[in-house]
């Protein structure tokens, strides 16, 4: 079991490293009792898995640079 268990951090590691690749400047973390969180400056949310926090993150970047396109 314990062994199982390291495999799976190990694994959750890997993919809050991708999700970070993808997303530049944003911090992700796998909550211990599974699902994620997501840091980027004042912005903070969670996700109950890695697929629905990437849609979230993707949301939150269109938002963003929709709203800075208006500003220009």
Not at 28 to 38: E, M, S
């Amino acid at each position: 079991m314990v062994e199982l268990d390291a495999q799976l951090a190990r694994i959750r590691g890997l993919i809050a490293k991708e999700l970070a690749r993808e997303n530049p400047g944003w911090i992700f973390r796998p909550l211990p009792d599974g699902g994620w969180i997501a840091v980027h400056g004042g912005i903070h949310f969670t996700a109950c898995d890695a697929a629905t926090m990437r849609l979230k993150v993707r949301l939150v970047r269109r938002e963003h640079e929709c709203v800075a396109g208006d500003h220009l």
